[in-house]
Every structure is written in C-alpha cells, then in structure tokens.
C-alpha cells in the first residue's frame, strides 16, 4: 500500500507538455519515478521541460507533435513504445478556444477547435489504445473540462469538445478495458496558465471565476498533476471510463457570469 502512487520504471508520455497543465504533469509523473517523453506542438518548450525533469533528476526525453496529424501521433507513440520497450501511461492535454457566440462562429473557427480538441484527441487515443492493446495494458488520461457538462456565452464548440472527449473515453474504456487499458479523463476548472492570461488581465472577469468554486481562487497547474499521477498509478487500478472533476467545487454550486462582450 506503501507504494501505490509509485511510478517506478514506467515509461510516460505527455503530449503538450510543454507548458501550463501539460508541463505539471509530466514534472508530477517524473517525480514518481516515471520515464517521461515529453510531446509538444512547440519543440522548444518540449525539451526545456525534458531538461527540467533531468536536472530534478527524472528521465527525460523530447520530441514536436502536432495532434492534428493522425499519422504523426502514431509514428511518435510508436517511437516512444520501442525505444522505451513499451508504454504504460499516455496523457493528452493540448486545447484550444474561439471564444465568440455560436451564431458569429465560421468555419474556420469551428473547423479549428474541432480539430486540435476533439480529433486531436481522437488521434491520440487510438494510437496509444492500439499500442497499448498490443503491449498488455496501460492507462490512457485525456483533459476534458467543466465546460463538459456547464456552459456559458461564447463556449459553445469549446464545450462540445470538452463532452465529446468523455464519451470517447467511455467508449474506449469498454473497448479496451478487457486488454487491461484504462482510459479516464480529467476535468479542470479555471486552471492559472498562459493560456487563461487573457482572463486574468480583465480583473472583473478573473474576480467573477475565482469566486464561482468554493475555494474563491484559481487552480495552480500544478494542482492537476496529483490526479494524473493517481490515474496513471496503481492506485487506480480498478478506475476506467470515469471524468475525474477538479475544479474547486465549481460544478457543485450554482451561479452566473456573463463574460466582456457575450
């Protein structure tokens, strides 16, 4: 019992990695002892987190993946799984947003969100399920969000990504379970990253999040890293098909906040 969240000689990969959630995580799964590759669409960010988690003293290596390229996450899984003899844990946390009410969306925005969020995602999932098959096992952790199952103005595609990474994580956890892959989600609330800099500098906007959880603050992104180490130890040997909620309460309490402009 001493050693359920001990990651001891498991080989990780943690695409977007580079930054924010995606780098919190992979520094939480190499301080428990995993061998992290870390993925990122920007391969600089990439191997600075490769280089933090050495000089920490982790195992570390790097690469850039665009999850938009189904054949490049599949060669860079599959790269990952023979170099390291194997894959055991596989996170996925890169997102995007266009933010702007569903009736003024064009395509293009609505092509992009889909793409990096839900197919992105996809590519993910089926690469490192199939690898996984292969190998006998495994624990699959995508990011999907409270705008799964909440909403507001200007979250319209955003949240219908967010919910449609559930159920394919619950279909893939029925596929795969019989082959010992678990595969679950993690859902943030508001998360303190690069990525929400633009809400933080409207203060009203900021203040009005941080007040709907009933921590009254933003999460630290290293606040995700602890449910992804539990999701990809032993310690959740029996959990498959689930969405792991974190998010300060937010989705246990009820209030509203229309943001700038929607």
Same mark, same amino acid.
């Given at each position: 019992m001493n050693n359920l969240f001990q990651l001891d000689g498991t080989h990780a990969v943690v695409i977007g990695g580079g930054a924010g959630i995606g780098r919190a995580v992979a520094t939480g799964l190499g301080a428990h002892g995993a061998h992290v590759t870390v993925l990122d669409l920007d391969g600089v960010a990439a191997e600075a987190t490769a280089a933090a988690l050495e000089a920490s003293g982790a195992q570390g290596a790097h690469g850039r993946l665009d999850i938009r390229d189904g054949e490049a996450v599949r060669r860079a899984l599959k790269d990952a799984y023979d170099g390291l003899g194997g894959l055991d844990v596989v996170v996925c946390t890169p997102g995007v947003n266009v933010r702007k009410p569903l009736?003024?969306?064009?395509d293009d925005d609505f092509d992009h969100v889909i793409d990096v969020?839900?197919?992105?995602s996809f590519h993910v999932l089926q690469a490192a399920g199939d690898l996984m098959k292969q190998g006998g096992g495994g624990s699959i952790i995508l990011f999907s969000s409270i705008r799964s199952i909440v909403v507001e103005p200007g979250q319209s595609i955003y949240a219908a990504t967010k919910a449609g990474i559930v159920q394919m994580v619950r279909a893939a956890a029925a596929e795969l379970g019989p082959h010992g892959v678990r595969v679950n989600a993690i859902a943030p609330g508001v998360v303190e990253t690069p990525l929400t800099a633009p809400i933080k500098a409207k203060p009203e906007w900021y203040a009005a999040y941080a007040a @709907?959880?009933?921590?009254? @603050?933003w999460a630290a992104a290293s606040e995700m890293a602890g449910p992804a180490v539990f999701?990809?130890?032993a310690a959740a040997s029996y959990v498959t098909g689930t969405v792991l909620f974190v998010d300060g309460g937010w989705t246990a309490v009820d209030g509203r906040f229309?943001?700038?402009g929607m």
């Open positions: 009736l003024d969306y064009t969020n839900l197919k992105g @709907r959880n009933v921590f009254n @603050r999701l990809a130890s229309q943001p700038p």
